[in-house]
């Protein structure tokens, strides 16, 4: 993607993704800009009226019966600036930081928000230069939306706080220096519109939902070699089972994993009757997580085409309304959701990387290693698994089940939605690493059994492409960095190339 128009219509989250993962130029459209300047105007109107508005000519939260006369209104809006950008931690990773700027630029195109097109500029032009405002990724409760954080990138928009360019951390006046940006002098509302709003759960949301949905792929690849490896049964994947309990994801998924074992002459050779559940029920399993992700990409794709800024300017009406729109509860409960549903992909994957290596079930050589009792062969990348596991039952406890007042009560509920979207980068993680591990054990079980030449053409391609970074384990060896390689190309989706076709039907 060359260029990103900014219309102040309908974004998907996959083309904001490709916009911030690529050097795409940000456009704002006329359309875009005339819904800026309207809106601005109403507001300049309703100043010189002397209506008294919440934010503009008033204090915030707490302080929001306390009048601010016309001359420290640019003072008010540097105030709110300054005294919010309290964040602590580590700073968030600057492709996140430029799609919550991009989510920014895109609700102001709304024109609802009383911003200065000038001040829209100057946001859009520090995407466009490479300026990436350092935020701390803790410190927001997830109710006047993202306040701390959104805070730190205003900062840098009027020439203060600390940013990176050209890959180097500096003050933020010198990248807007550096980069050839002007800072901007806040007037009437810009501050409170800068801070309020939900972009900052909802980008770190967006990530996880991409990665969510390539961890989904990845399962269904590790777990048919591993069904392979077990010889298992494919009828618990037949399609008049799951057509008289149709849950789409469920058929979906079963549908795969025919697709991708089709061709295999390693399954349905188990003398067990029926499988274990963590290969029978891999449908009903994998496809209630892929229910789930399609229900959280409805919630997020919905706020990022919203405002959730406040107040709200309505030009049509000359109405300026205070709502709750930057309330981040709708978010917080989603994210808690994919938490859960993207942990279960990982703890199925482990029960079957037990049956991998446990030769009781596997009927293989003891952890899948020759001359087992010199060797160890697998036996404790089973434990970092089962490690992993147990640390997402912790990231999978909801936050949006709590809730701290803030503001002197006047902010008496809170979301902690940037907490329920934080947690998701550790679980995106660890579920990774677990279905690395499962892959490598799969393979090896694959070259115990010496069963590669009928594998799947799916599948003989997958163990091709971990077998190229993770040689055959033969006797004891450094484990760690096969366990990374693998987790490497599933970060990057190699692992899925040419698998599409087995979603479409």
Avoid: W
């Avoid at 079963?254 to 559940?277: K, P």
């Amino acid at each position: 993607m060359e260029t990103f128009h900014i219309t102040g219509n309908r974004i998907t989250i996959e083309e904001l993704f490709e916009a911030t993962v690529s050097n795409a130029t940000v456009v704002l459209s006329d359309a875009a800009k005339a819904k800026i300047l309207r809106c601005r105007e109403t507001i300049e109107n309703l100043m010189k009226s002397g209506k008294i508005v919440y934010g503009v000519n008033t204090g915030f939260g707490k302080l929001c019966d306390t009048h601010i006369s016309p001359e420290e209104a640019g003072d008010l809006q540097r105030n709110i600036v300054m005294s919010h950008a309290c964040g602590v931690g580590k700073p968030l990773p600057a492709e996140v930081v430029k799609m919550i700027m991009m989510i920014t630029v895109a609700r102001f195109s709304k024109g609802h928000s009383g911003i200065r097109l000038e001040t829209v500029r100057t946001l859009v032009d520090m995407i466009n230069c490479g300026v990436r405002p350092i935020v701390p990724e803790k410190g927001s409760l997830g109710a006047s939306g993202d306040l701390v954080p959104l805070a730190h990138i205003a900062l840098v928009l009027i020439g203060m706080g600390e940013a990176e360019y050209n890959g180097e951390r500096m003050a933020g006046a010198e990248a807007m220096e550096r980069a050839g940006i002007k800072p901007v002098s806040l007037e009437y509302k810009e501050g409170l519109a800068l801070l309020n709003g939900t972009q900052v759960m909802s980008a770190l949301g967006n990530f996880a939902l991409i990665e969510a949905y390539k961890l989904y792929k990845t399962a269904n690849l590790s777990a048919a070699l591993t069904v392979e490896a077990l010889k298992g049964h494919t009828s618990s994947f037949d399609s008049r089972i799951h057509k008289i309990r149709p849950h789409n994801g469920q058929i979906v998924t079963a549908h795969a994993m025919l697709s991708i074992l089709f061709g295999s002459s390693n399954t349905n050779l188990s003398q067990n009757l029926q499988d274990a559940y963590s290969l029978r029920c891999i449908p009903q399993v994998h496809g209630a997580t892929y229910d789930a992700l399609g229900y959280v990409r409805e919630v997020l794709e919905t706020e990022l085409n919203s405002v959730t800024d406040n107040p709200l300017i309505f030009p049509d009406e000359g109405d300026v309304l205070s709502g709750g729109n930057f309330h981040g509860q709708p978010l917080a409960l989603a994210l808690d959701f994919l938490a859960i549903a993207v942990s279960e992909i990982a703890n199925i994957s482990e029960r079957r990387i037990e049956r991998l290596v446990n030769p009781q079930l596997s009927g293989l050589d003891p952890f899948l290693v020759k001359n087992s009792g010199l060797n160890s062969g697998l036996m404790i990348a089973q434990y970092t698994a089962a490690s992993l596991v147990s640390e997402n039952k912790i990231f999978a406890s909801p936050a949006s089940v709590d809730s701290i007042p803030s503001s002197a009560n006047q902010e008496d509920h809170v979301s902690m939605g940037s907490i329920s979207a934080r947690k998701l980068a550790g679980i995106i993680e660890n579920v990774r690493n677990v279905l690395a591990i499962e892959l490598l054990c799969g393979a090896q079980a694959i070259d115990l059994g010496n069963r590669r030449d009928s594998l799947s053409p799916v599948t003989v391609n997958l163990y091709d492409a971990i077998r190229e970074i993770a040689p055959m384990l033969d006797k004891d060896r450094i484990l760690y960095t096969d366990i990374d390689a693998i987790a490497g190309i599933i970060a990057k989706g190699d692992i899925l190339h040419n698998t599409e076709y087995l979603y479409k039907r």
